[in-house]
């Protein structure tokens, strides 16, 4: 039951969606004016297809790919031995220092994600710091809110993320600059980062310790105890003594290069073109007796800033070769020890492709109920509220859990609605955005972490809700205090 839970809320929410659709008509906005349209109903037959759909559409199926290409990454490091080791001496390093090494956890994660809003290459990293965590003898729940918890609330509080989820598009949009309302989103991070920071440190146990503690243990209890220390991604085996500088140096040459090639570096400096462009053009323009040599051998791949997915796919195939290579591991070895890590990572990776299947079907609609709900709040006020932009923004980011795609369909009614207060109307657009990808299990980040570290969604809130609450309510004052200002 609770292995399947977190499918049975994307389900729930997806048949939620259906329901509603044979009762409330859609519509659609055109400068500020709504229009009423039908009902359009999700049929019996939709209901079978829509899962089918989002499991085979390329740019869920991406997403589902790097996971198990991540999986395969950690099964190849722990082939190698070298991956072990590393591992424990980083544990061993912060024994007796174990919620320093939670406080550096969580401002890796937060710092980088509202900085890049890049999740999937922070995803990298997870497996690694989750097994140091439990490692040092923390619950998986710790070590749930350290990781992919720092990267939600991170993303909560974006400052100059300038990618699907942050602000190039919001410049795209609606013409914003980066540093529109900076202070205020500063201020947010840091409020929130120290209410994560305080809420880990004071709900975190050394389970370990209270093993030690303990005087009589059954073996029923032994074996329980082996089962909760038992690490995703992480493979016992003997003392290696193999070294941990090749894959450290690998490791980190892999996420260096995809953070760098996949930040916008454009959106960042304000600028249509960049040094890297400058570079990729000069590169792919040398013809060696005029045969285009150097454009042919780098193929179709985009010059750095402009990297994709696509290629962080090639790049993460890229390390798994190298690693295999570097620690002389047979062909055979390496192809075994990738395929065991994405097997593991294969319900991590259904559950993100599955958590998509609302955003593809209200972009699969030519209109939907949910611009019609979002017309009821709009008419409860004339000028500027707040609180129904949040309150509109919290509804659409269930079916629109990408960004990007909540600001084109909210983009007609709040240019013209209140377009003096859009720099106002955005910054709660984004705020509460981030908010719900901590709730709703549309959201990917949220359903891997979960999945991987084998949580509930049920377990999430019961465990979380006053850390979840205390998140909104700085949220809200922060908010309350960006519009009065």
């Given at each position: 039951?609770?292995?399947?839970s977190?499918?049975?809320?994307?389900?729930?929410?997806?048949?939620?969606?259906?329901?509603?659709?044979?009762?409330?008509?859609?519509?659609?906005?055109?400068?500020?004016?709504?229009?009423?349209?039908?009902?359009?109903?999700?049929?019996?037959?939709?209901?079978?297809?829509?899962?089918?759909?989002?499991?085979?559409?390329?740019?869920?199926?991406?997403?589902?790919?790097?996971?198990?290409?991540?999986?395969?990454?950690?099964?190849?490091?722990?082939?190698?031995?070298?991956?072990?080791?590393?591992?424990?001496?980083?544990?061993k390093?912060?024994?007796g220092?174990?919620?320093?090494?939670?406080?550096?956890?969580?401002?890796?994660f937060?710092?980088?994600?509202?900085?890049?809003?890049?999740?999937?290459?922070?995803?990298?990293?997870?497996?690694?710091?989750?097994?140091?965590?439990?490692?040092?003898?923390?619950?998986?729940?710790?070590?749930?809110?350290?990781?992919?918890?720092?990267?939600?609330?991170?993303?909560?509080?974006?400052?100059?993320?300038?990618?699907?989820?942050?602000?190039?598009?919001?410049?795209?949009?609606?013409?914003?600059?980066s540093?529109?309302?900076?202070?205020?989103?500063?201020?947010?991070?840091?409020?929130?980062?120290?209410i994560?920071?305080?809420?880990?440190?004071?709900?975190?146990?050394?389970?370990?310790?209270?093993?030690?503690?303990?005087?009589?243990?059954?073996?029923?209890?032994?074996?329980?105890?082996?089962?909760?220390?038992?690490?995703?991604?992480?493979?016992?085996?003997?003392?290696?003594?193999?070294?941990?500088?090749?894959?450290?140096?690998?490791?980190?040459?892999?996420?260096?290069?995809?953070?760098?090639?996949?930040?916008?570096?454009?959106?960042?400096?304000?600028?249509?073109?960049?040094i890297?462009?400058?570079?990729?053009?000069?590169?792919?323009?040398?013809?060696?007796?005029?045969?285009p040599?150097?454009?042919?051998?780098?193929?179709?791949?985009?010059?750095?800033?402009?990297?994709?997915?696509?290629?962080?796919?090639?790049?993460?195939?890229?390390?798994?070769?190298?690693?295999?290579?570097?620690?002389?591991?047979?062909?055979?070895?390496?192809?075994?020890?990738?395929v065991?890590?994405?097997?593991?990572?294969?319900?991590?990776?259904?559950?993100?492709?599955?958590?998509?299947?609302?955003?593809?079907v209200?972009n699969?609609?030519?209109?939907?109920?949910?611009?019609?709900?979002?017309?009821?709040?709009?008419?409860?006020?004339?000028?500027?509220?707040?609180?129904?932009?949040?309150?509109?923004?919290?509804?659409?980011?269930?079916?629109?859990?990408?960004?990007?795609?909540?600001?084109?369909?909210?983009?007609?009614?709040?240019?013209?609605?209140?377009?003096?207060?859009?720099?106002?109307?955005?910054?709660?657009?984004?705020?509460?955005?981030?908010?719900?990808?901590?709730?709703?299990?549309?959201?990917?980040?949220?359903?891997?972490?979960?999945?991987?570290?084998?949580?509930?969604?049920?377990?999430?809130?019961?465990?979380?809700?006053?850390?979840?609450?205390?998140?909104?309510?700085?949220a809200?004052?922060?908010?309350?205090?960006?519009?009065?200002?």
């Open positions: 039951m609770k292995k399947n977190i499918i049975k809320a994307i389900l729930f929410t997806f048949l939620a969606y259906v329901v509603l659709s044979w009762i409330i008509p859609g519509g659609t906005f055109s400068s500020g004016v709504f229009t009423k349209g039908k009902v359009t109903p999700v049929g019996i037959g939709d209901i079978f297809i829509y899962p089918i759909s989002t499991s085979i559409t390329s740019i869920f199926v991406l997403t589902g790919l790097i996971i198990l290409l991540i999986g395969g990454l950690y099964g190849v490091m722990n082939q190698t031995g070298a991956y072990q080791k590393l591992v424990g001496s980083v544990a390093k912060f024994e220092k174990e919620k320093v090494f939670l406080i550096i956890s969580i401002l890796v937060a710092i980088l994600a509202s900085l890049t809003t890049l999740t999937l290459p922070l995803i990298v990293m997870v497996p690694f710091f989750v097994a140091v965590i439990l490692l040092l003898g923390y619950s998986r729940m710790t070590a749930l809110l350290s990781t992919i918890g720092a990267i939600l609330v991170g993303n909560m509080g974006t400052v100059f993320g300038y990618n699907t989820g942050g602000y190039n598009y919001i410049n795209y949009f609606f013409g914003l600059k540093t529109e309302n900076i202070v205020a989103k500063i201020a947010l991070f840091v409020v929130l980062v120290l994560l920071t305080i809420f880990v440190i004071k709900t975190s146990k050394l389970e370990k310790v209270e093993k030690k503690k303990a005087k009589k243990s059954t073996k029923k209890k032994e074996e329980v105890e082996e089962k909760e220390i038992s690490i995703p991604l992480y493979k016992k085996v003997e003392e290696s003594k193999k070294s941990t500088l090749p894959l450290i140096i690998i490791l980190g040459l892999t996420l260096v290069i995809a953070f760098v090639a996949m930040f916008n570096w454009a959106g960042a400096i304000g600028s249509e073109k960049t890297f462009d400058t570079w990729y053009t000069n590169i792919t323009s040398v013809k060696l007796n005029g045969y040599l150097f454009a042919n051998l780098i193929g179709s791949i985009n010059p750095f800033g402009h990297w994709s997915n696509y290629e962080f796919a090639m790049l993460l195939m890229i390390a798994i070769i190298v690693i295999g290579f570097v620690y002389n591991l047979k062909v055979k070895e390496t192809y075994d020890a990738l065991e890590g994405m097997k593991e990572m294969l319900g991590v990776a259904i559950v993100a492709i599955l958590a998509n299947i609302l955003l593809l209200v699969s609609a030519s209109a939907t109920f949910a611009t019609y709900i979002f017309n009821i709040f709009f008419k409860m006020a004339k000028s500027f509220n707040f609180a129904v932009i949040a309150i509109i923004s919290a509804i659409g980011s269930i079916a629109y859990s990408d960004f990007p795609y909540l600001m084109n369909v909210l983009y007609d009614p709040v240019t013209s609605l209140y377009a003096k207060n859009i720099p106002e109307a955005v910054y709660v657009m984004q705020v509460i955005y981030g908010f719900m990808m901590m709730i709703v299990p549309t959201s990917v980040g949220l359903v891997i972490g979960l999945k991987y570290l084998g949580i509930s969604y049920k377990e999430w809130f019961k465990e979380n809700w006053k850390l979840l609450l205390s998140l909104l309510v700085a809200l004052i922060l908010i309350v205090i960006v519009v009065l200002v």
